[in-house]
T-cell receptor, first 112, second 115 residues
């Protein structure tokens, strides 16, 4: 079945440290994955995506790593800032019409 | 920057009442979606819509739910007879096309509270 899930419900980091948020997916979930950021009172906001034929993709201060062997996805945020505090969701794209299967979410708390 | 808008931001209704949640997708987008998020839980897919018909729907999207694009700009979600368990944040999203690398842009959500 389709399943995208997260390892850790909360993550607390010091400002300036690097953050790593993890996600696991099942066999049939997707060949395309996206990380979303959700701030309080707002809808999910796209951060970065990766296709299954890649193992790494970098953006501005963010890197997504995909390990297909163990069906694991991670989001790395470099030099974490207070503005990065939010809930982060991984999602897998399913089907031909962009049905997104979301994981449970990890709350990132950045402390000064 | 274009954005998806939703109204109202918060809707309170009595169990059994009908509600209509409204969305204005980004103007040149062709694919439209509704998702919901029960408090503290993950975002769940409800339905996708393209070319004036439903493309896909989840098990949650039963006969009590319907969607409509009544004109060239609005996209609505109707719940005919609300239940307590329909209380959630409802997010509308739109994308320019289907398939890979067609980012779904989410609105700010409507918080539905069923009493």
């Amino acid at each position: 079945g389709e399943s995208v899930g997260l390892h850790l419900p909360t993550l607390s980091v010091q400002e300036g440290d690097n953050s790593i948020i993890n996600c696991a997916y099942s066999n049939s979930a997707s060949d395309y994955f996206i990380w979303y950021k959700q701030e309080s009172g707002k809808g999910p906001q796209f951060i970065i995506d990766i296709r299954s034929n890649m193992d790494k993709r970098q953006g501005q201060r963010v890197t997504v790593l995909l390990n297909k062997t163990v069906k694991h996805l991670s989001l790395q945020i470099a030099a974490t800032q207070p503005g990065d505090s939010a809930v982060y969701f991984c999602a897998g794209l399913s089907g031909g019409y962009n049905k997104l299967i979301f994981g449970a979410g990890t709350r990132l708390a950045v402390h000064p | 920057e274009p954005e998806v808008t939703q109204t109202p931001s918060h809707q309170v209704t009595q169990m059994g009442q009908e509600v209509i949640l409204r969305c204005v997708p980004i103007s040149n987008h062709l694919y439209f979606y509704w998702y919901r998020q029960i408090l503290g839980q993950k975002v769940e897919f409800l339905v996708s819509f393209y070319n004036n018909e439903i493309s896909e729907k989840s098990e949650i999207f039963d006969d009590q739910f319907s969607v409509e694009r009544p004109d060239g700009s609005n996209f609505t979600l109707k719940i005919r007879s609300t239940k307590l368990e329909d209380s959630a944040m409802y997010f509308c999203a739109s994308s320019a096309a289907s398939g890979d690398y067609n980012e779904q842009f989410f609105g700010p959500g409507t918080r539905l509270t069923v009493l």
